[in-house]
């Protein structure tokens, strides 16, 4: 079997919510081959897993995710043991096989000469089914799985495609999105220079944006105020945009024990430089920050859930403690809120980049490039302003 591929319409493979997948098996034999049936799966899913203990990874997008369900699904009983409990869950969004050609489960055989052979394909996605994502402790992935049924098992050939769902998260459904937020922080610092002591005064925060709400491509535009009421002098500033998720599950994925959870905290942009505030004094810094391509805002999936949010941090001279000083949280959306269109954005590869979407069951046997990277839309100033 020279090649055994899915091929999609939609060249970006990219679709939205309630869309019709559309594509077609290729197939291309050296010799006859004899089969039951070719059949294609289509799958849509969340997934989440993690032992006890496993700490929160803090990563800046370099490091690549966790999320590889070949890791997942073959963690042994002893290393659960190791690791003291096991936490997961599923939500199957959808599932659906076809047969596309054959017999299926008669025993009479269909024969498929050399050569070349296309058979096409159409799925329609629920008008519910969640944007993809990767992350270090679960995801939510979406494929076609085409599976050739031979009479000896053992010669099944598999192949596998993934594809991105995009979000239709519309900011202009927001109430208040387009007003501005600013948050103040004030911490105390003591005489040893360690937080929340006696006496030595404080250090007190203002991050301000004009709008709450985002697309990717976007500049937030960052206003920051530091007071130093202190006795020292601050010497530096650091500010990030951090990805906050929220991973839900159960041991051993079972419905009726505790449901538990765990976090993780992904740098999306991150800026520190020296500065020179005297005591009882201020300075006002201001920021831009590009969204790049990342997942929107989710709330919807049961065991999955995504925000993000601004922190300012600073710290005095004579010490080794950031003090943090204040946290905003914005959201990330997938259509504006002007007049720009999903279709005058540019899907791009999340900023994270490419994970291990190889599982359990994909063997020697299984076709498909298994490095994936789910694409955001990614809107430019000029698009969002029309």
């Known amino acids: 079997m020279q090649i055994f591929a899915i091929e999609y319409d939609n060249a970006n493979h990219v679709f939205f ?40 990874p803090r990563t800046d997008g370099r490091r690549r995710s966790r999320a590889d369900s070949n890791i997942l699904e073959n963690r042994t009983r002893a290393s659960s043991m190791l690791y003291h409990r096991r936490y997961r ?10 047969l596309l050609i054959g017999n299926g489960d008669h025993e009479e055989l269909t024969v498929l000469p050399p050569g070349q052979h296309s058979y096409p394909f159409s799925f329609q ?27 000896t098992p053992h010669f099944d050939k598999h192949s596998k495609e993934m594809f991105t769902v995009a979000g239709n998260y519309d900011l202009r459904k927001i109430p208040n999105a387009d007003v501005g937020i600013n948050v103040e922080d004030v911490e105390t610092i003591s005489s040893s220079g360690l937080c929340c002591g006696s006496g ?6 203002n991050t301000e944006v004009r709008k709450r ?3 990717p491509g976007e500049v937030i535009q960052l206003k920051i105020t530091i007071k130093n009421k202190s006795s020292r002098i601050v010497k530096s500033e650091k500010v990030q945009m ?25 740098i999306i942009w991150e800026k520190k430089e020296p ?35 601004i922190q300012c941090k600073a710290a ?27 279709e005058t954005a540019v899907f791009e590869n999340c900023v994270f980049g490419k994970v291990n979407v190889r599982e359990h069951d994909d063997n020697e046997h299984s076709h498909g490039n298994f490095m994936f990277s789910p694409k955001y839309a990614v809107y430019h100033e000029q698009q969002i302003n029309q």
């Open 213 to 215: 709400a985002y697309v």
């Open 316 to 342: 005095e001279s004579g010490i080794h403690h950031s003090f943090k000083t204040s946290s905003l949280p914005v959201i990330i959306g997938t259509i504006p809120l002007t007049s720009g269109s999903k």
């Open 17 to 56: 919510p309630g869309q019709t997948v559309t594509g077609k098996v290729n197939l291309h034999l050296s010799n006859e081959k004899k089969i039951k049936g070719l059949y294609l799966t289509l799958f849509g899913g969340a997934l989440t897993d993690w032992n006890e203990g496993d700490a929160d």
């Open 275 to 309: 500065v020179s505030i005297d005591p009882n004094s201020e300075s006002t810094f201001t920021e831009n920050i590009t969204i790049p391509a990342v997942a929107p805002t989710s709330n919807n999936c049961d065991i999955i859930k995504i925000h993000y949010s």
């Open 200 to 205: 030595s005064g404080n250090i007190s925060s």
């Open 125 to 151: 996605l629920p008008v519910t089914a969640l944007p993809s994502f990767e992350g270090w402790h679960g995801h939510i992935r979406y494929y076609c799985k085409a599976h050739i049924d031979r009479p």
């Open 89 to 98: 869950s599923e939500q199957v969004f959808i599932k659906e096989k076809i």
């Open 242 to 266: 951090t990805q906050n998720i929220f991973y839900y599950g159960t041991q051993d994925g079972l419905a009726y024990e505790k449901q538990q959870s765990i976090n993780e905290t992904r």
